[in-house]
């Protein structure tokens, strides 16, 4: 069973940038889409990025052109580099499984202030 540890958040101005990272216990290898989520109180999780085994990659357009996903399966980490943050980008970030979800880490809090 895979296990995810969610890093890297914290708070910053408008325009700054933090770089996510997501390790995991077992090996990722197999996993064919790897992808990074974010919710806020009230709303539904929504998937903003995710990369293939391959290393093609989908982003919701609202993030498109200012975060970059990446993943090393050497070291069974996923990664969301997050730059020119907006205060809408404030939520827990999560990452998962897209085809298949594994359990939800406790996230990492990113809060973008204005």
């Known amino acids: 069973q895979v296990q995810l540890v969610e890093s890297g958040g914290g708070l910053v101005q408008t325009g700054g940038s933090l770089r996510l990272s997501c390790a995991a216990s077992?090996?990722?290898?197999?996993?064919?889409?790897m992808g990074w989520y974010r919710q806020v109180p009230g709303s539904q999780r929504e998937l903003v990025a995710s990369i293939t085994s391959s290393g093609s990659t989908y982003y919701v357009h609202s993030v498109k052109g200012r975060f970059t996903i990446s993943r090393d399966n050497a070291k069974n980490t996923v990664y969301l580099q997050m730059d020119s943050l907006k205060p809408e980008d404030t939520a827990v970030y999560y990452c998962n499984g897209v085809l298949t979800r594994y359990s939800w880490g406790q996230g990492t809090q990113v809060t973008v202030s204005s």
């Open positions: 077992g090996s990722i290898f197999s996993i064919d889409v």
